[in-house]
């Protein structure tokens, strides 16, 4: 049972450059999340689906776009790096209400 | 003022103390609460979800205010294997999971 998968586990990008940061769950869980964390803070709310086609802002969008084609998969894209986005992102996702499920995180840094 | 904060910390206790760290929310009709456990660079893991009457499991003990939007996490006979930031998590409108920003223990030998 993989539960969620999240990929790559480290990536170095260069400002400007554009990346997808892959997330997919086999649980059919309806409510997919992405978050960042920056050291001394929480996570922080980038965007977050409760099911196929729905996707809506967290507290921390500006800079990410998501979607959400399948139950299963919840891509999230950074479309011209930035260092302000250097940080650890962390994949999530639950059924009902319940229990999050996280992905094992992607170290990001952007030069 | 944030949604969820909890006390800054850290937390540098020895081994065998008690532990307790505390989490206010700021809106009334959250749903769920939960506490999370996270190990350095790692995933955050649930510990235990947080029930209106109050739960235990082990040495943990979690309580629920909901007059005072307050939670707490009680953690009895501290292991040195306890270190790691505990985090506070709110759900709202029931598809909002809300962290706080967590509070380091550091359990010493």
């Known amino acids: 049972n993989a539960g969620v998968t999240q990929t790559p586990k480290f990536q170095v990008l ?73 940080s650890v992102y962390f994949c999530a996702s639950s059924y009902g209400g319940e229990k999050l499920f996280f992905g094992s995180g992607t170290q990001l840094s952007v030069l | 003022r944030k949604e969820v904060e909890q006390d800054p910390g850290p937390f540098n206790v020895p081994e065998g103390a008690t532990v307790a760290f505390n989490c206010t929310y700021s809106n009334s009709a959250s749903q769920s609460f939960f506490w999370y456990r996270q190990d350095c660079r790692k995933e955050p893991k649930l510990l235990m979800s947080v029930y209106s009457s109050g739960n235990e499991d082990g040495r943990f003990t979690a309580q629920l205010n909901r007059a005072s939007q307050y939670i707490s996490l009680l953690i009895r ?24 920003p967590g509070t380091r223990l550091s359990v010493l030998p």
């Open chain 1, 14 to 86: 260069k400002t400007g450059q554009s990346m997808t940061l892959q997330c997919a769950q086999d649980m059919n869980h309806e409510y997919m999340s992405w978050y960042r964390q920056d050291p001394g803070m929480g996570l922080r709310l980038i965007h977050y689906s409760v099911g196929a086609g729905i996707t809506d802002q967290g507290e921390v969008p500006n800079g990410y776009n998501v979607s959400r084609s399948t139950t299963e998969d919840f891509p999230l894209r950074l479309l011209s790096a930035a260092p302000s986005q250097t």
């Open chain 2, 77 to 100: 006979d501290s292991k040195l294997s306890d270190s790691a930031t505990y985090l506070c998590v709110v759900l709202f409108y029931g598809q909002n999971f809300v962290f706080g």
